[in-house]
């Protein structure tokens, strides 16, 4: 991957260029010195942020973020992000010519580097719907609005599963519980680099209540 990253960064006008998952965890770059693995995981987490606020992490195939120095490239392969600062007065068709032919070598070094993901849900089948735990955000006025708003949430990983499963991105989802209970509820993706949340469904103590359930139980839930 070094390697492909190096021809990226080769191109007359390109800064640098980095590779990371949708965790925010930098894969591999090669930047010029004054771009060091926290500034570069900095960026990466708030790119993740980006995403996931505008609700197309199951859909977004690339970005073109323009600034008046300058525009960042990000395009998207599966399970990271390919992130590539330019000056503004680079030769974009280059840039374009070269990313295509990259993202294929990226796609294929990825694919053999990746281990075996655990499963993240308890799929029932693709009838019924998916299991995950309940979770809670840690109190904090965040969690508050997130409950005001009446929303559930899940992780990047298991956003992709669940959108795996069901064949489509889900923006709503219909949470039934063991005893019958349930709704259905705003699905959002929250950005969870320290992987606490990954096969849960996160609620707030508004909507726990309302479904009677409590945090580590088991609820399945399907497209709303």
Same mark, same amino acid.
Request: aromatic share 4%; net charge neutral; hydrophobic share 40%.
């Given at each position: 991957?070094?390697? /492909?990253?190096?021809? /990226?960064?080769? /191109? #007359?006008?390109? @800064?640098?260029?980095?590779?990371? +998952?949708?965790?925010?965890?930098? =894969? ?6 004054? =771009? #060091? ?18 609700? @197309? ?8 973020? !323009?600034?008046?120095?300058? !525009? /960042?490239?990000? !395009?998207?392969?599966?399970?990271? &992000? ?13 840039? +374009? ?18 281990? %075996? ?9 693709? #009838?019924?719907?998916?299991?995950? !735990? ?11 609005? &997130?409950?005001?708003?009446?929303m559930i949430?899940?992780?990047?990983? %298991?956003? *992709?599963? @669940?959108?795996? &499963?069901f064949g489509?991105?889900? *923006?709503?989802? *219909? ?15 929250? +950005?969870?680099? $320290? =992987? ?13 209540? *309302?479904?009677?359930? +409590?945090e580590g $139980? ?7």
């Amino acid at each position: 991957m070094q390697e /492909i990253l190096h021809q /990226i960064s080769a /191109i #007359d006008g390109v @800064i640098g260029s980095s590779l990371f +998952n949708d965790q925010g965890k930098v =894969l591999a770059h090669a930047c010029p010195p004054l =771009l #060091d693995m926290a500034q570069l995981g900095s960026a990466a987490t708030t790119l993740l942020d980006c995403i996931h606020g505008l609700q @197309i992490s199951q859909s977004v195939q690339g970005l073109d973020l !323009r600034y008046t120095e300058g !525009r /960042i490239i990000v !395009r998207a392969l599966p399970g990271a &992000f390919l992130c590539v600062p330019c000056a503004k007065n680079v030769n974009m068709s280059m840039v +374009n010519i070269t990313l295509n032919l990259a993202m294929k070598k990226l796609e294929q070094a990825l694919a053999k580097q990746a281990p %075996t993901a655990p499963a993240l849900g308890s799929p029932v089948s693709s #009838d019924e719907g998916m299991q995950l !735990r309940v979770a809670h955000l840690p109190k904090s006025d965040a969690s508050s609005s &997130f409950d005001q708003l009446g929303m559930i949430a899940v992780s990047q990983a %298991t956003a *992709k599963q @669940i959108s795996d &499963f069901f064949g489509k991105p889900v *923006k709503k989802a *219909k949470v039934t519980t063991p005893g019958g209970g349930g709704g259905t509820f705003p699905l959002m993706v929250i +950005n969870d680099v $320290e =992987l606490q949340y990954e096969g849960a469904l996160v609620v707030g103590p508004g909507i726990e209540k *309302k479904l009677k359930v +409590n945090e580590g $139980e088991m609820v399945m839930i399907t497209p709303g």
